[in-house]
């Protein structure tokens, strides 16, 4: 098998622009089957190829199973964005991705999950380092969301017109977004 460089998981096409501008290479895995409903997912994937493209960048498919996430953090339906169900997520995520590095021959991988300003950094690159460790891959920290060119990405996102989403994904946090926004009108 002959060696692939780095496969770069991407969770929404702003980030995938953030990390891209902050230097960030290689074949693009979208698995994120934490988002909902499916229409959403749909919206997310279809940006994140449009990106893709714009970039040159080659797009390794991945299935939508949301039965796996529902399964995953079940038990922790009511933890807080930022809590313990994230790390799940993450890892649920990260695991998929080593599992197509190996599967596929890649030397690395990493995500463009520590491009949001939401997530928790730290925890998103423990869980890549410990996934990477159990299974024999190599696992690129990054903090991509203080990279110095993040306020070129976001003004590229918005001239571009890429959708940029209101809630971080699962239907959770889309719960609490859609609760935020009763509350306040
Ligand atoms: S809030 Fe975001 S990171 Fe946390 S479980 Fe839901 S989709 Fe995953």
Redesign the pocket.
């Known amino acids: 098998m002959s060696l692939k460089c780095h496969l770069l998981h991407v969770c929404c096409a702003p980030d995938l622009v953030i990390a891209y501008l902050a230097g960030a290479r290689g074949d693009v895995f979208f698995y994120n089957p ?2 909902h409903p499916k229409e959403e997912y749909e919206k997310r994937k279809h940006e994140v190829l449009k990106v893709a493209r714009l970039f040159n960048l080659e797009v390794v498919e991945a299935e939508y199973d949301p039965e796996n996430f529902f399964k995953s ?1 079940r038990g922790l339906e009511h933890e807080p ?2 809590g313990k ?2 790390r ?3 890892e649920l995520r990260l695991r998929k991705t080593a599992s197509v590095v190996k599967e596929l021959g890649y030397a690395s991988f990493s995500t463009t999950l520590t491009a949001s300003p939401k ?1 928790d950094v730290h925890t998103v690159n423990e869980v890549g380092k410990t996934v990477a460790l159990e299974t024999g891959t190599v696992y690129l920290a990054n903090v991509y969301r203080k990279s110095p060119t993040y306020n070129d990405a976001q003004r590229l996102t918005k001239l571009l017109g890429i959708y940029r989403q209101n809630y ?3 239907t ?2 889309r719960r609490v977004e859609q609760d935020e926004n009763s509350s306040e009108r």
């Open positions: 934490n988002i953090v964005e930022g169900r994230c799940v997520c993450f997530k971080c994904g699962c959770f946090s």
